[in-house]
């Protein structure tokens, strides 16, 4: 599948910003299953440079420095991207004990590898309360694919998707406690509770297609950023990709941003603003299918 994307961050505020520095990953990654055709990016007042580089990760970050005196920021990114990713339905994977086994013995330190992807990280700590609700879905000897696809069918029916409901400093215990929150929450509390029980697991942030209901028209910037998490399902297997906002395996309708241990790795925008006073922000998402790959 061929999608056109197009993803808009404005913000409004109260009294002019002098100058801003901001980190922008808004460029869909290219890896297996992925691949990025074409990318701009417009930004509004015009920046004084704009560089690009990869983090550790292989995320392509844009470095924006702003020194015009603004009221109002407009970041847009347009892109084009292809994916075709290979579908793991119906197989149960490998035994997940070998799997945890294999994550500890790897001595890779490649950007991919198991390692930085096994402990806590900023904001996901160990919990012992969301590693034994994690185990329930992992007896001795079940397959690895398996177990995740009954998670994340467990976490879409015991959590609540509330907007307001947190924040992005909330902890994951808390959101955890509450049993309700976000696609962020979800996913950093699945990566704990896969971590707690030795399985390297990964932060992914993104977009995914939404479909509208029979009949209706599908509305412009309806769409949102999401997350998700990626399983190392060992060697052989690599990474995949599951989602446990809508209890899914990430196939076609899933397109990749960035990848880290948890949102501090990936948020879109971050920067430094240089000024005082409110802002508002606004975010839209449009992710339109073109044709079948």
């Known amino acids: 599948m061929i999608y056109n994307i197009r993803h808009l961050t404005a913000y409004h505020y109260d009294l002019p910003v002098g100058t801003a520095r901001l980190a922008l990953r808004v460029t ?6 992925q691949h990025c055709i074409k990318h701009d990016l417009h930004i509004a007042p015009l920046p004084e440079s704009v560089t690009s580089e990869q983090d550790f990760y292989g995320n392509v970050v ?3 420095t702003i020194e015009t ?3 109002e920021l407009e970041i847009e990114s347009t892109a084009h991207v292809e994916v075709s990713r290979a579908s793991v339905s119906g197989i149960p994977g490998p035994h997940w004990q070998s799997v945890a086994d294999a994550a ?12 930085h992807f096994m402990f806590p990280s900023p904001r996901v700590a160990l919990s012992p309360h969301v590693t034994q609700y994690t185990r329930d879905s992992f007896q001795p000897g079940r397959g690895m694919f398996d ?3 009954e998670l994340v069918r467990r976490i879409r029916d015991d959590f ?5 409901a947190t924040e992005i400093t909330t902890p994951l215990a808390q959101a955890f406690a509450q049993r309700r929150g976000v696609c962020q929450d979800f996913a950093h509390i699945m ?5 707690g029980l030795g399985l390297p697991a990964a932060y992914v942030s993104g977009y995914i297609r939404t479909i509208p209901p029979p009949g209706k028209k599908r509305l412009e910037g309806a ?6 998490v990626s399983v190392w399902c060992g060697p052989q297997a690599g990474w995949q990709g599951f989602d446990p906002t809508n209890a899914m395996e990430v196939f076609n309708d899933h397109i990749a941003l960035a990848v880290g241990r948890d949102f501090s790795d990936v948020s879109p925008v971050y920067g430094v603003f240089v000024g005082s006073g409110a802002n508002k922000l606004d975010v839209e998402v449009d992710v339109i299918p073109l044709a079948a790959a």
């Not at 869909?28 to 299953?33: F, L, S, T, W």
């Not at 990566?191 to 971590?195: E, K, N, V």
């Not at 769409?223 to 998700?228: G, I």
């Open 69 to 71: 005196a603004h009221t």
């Open 160 to 164: 609540v998707y509330e907007f307001n």
């Open 191 to 195: 990566i704990a509770g896969l971590r």
């Open 62 to 64: 844009n470095i924006v």
């Open 147 to 149: 177990a995740c696809r």
């Open 104 to 115: 500890l013995a790897d001595r890779s330190l490649s950007p991919s590898a198991p390692a």
């Open 28 to 33: 869909p990654r290219d890896e297996r299953g």
């Open 223 to 228: 769409d949102a950023t999401h997350a998700w």
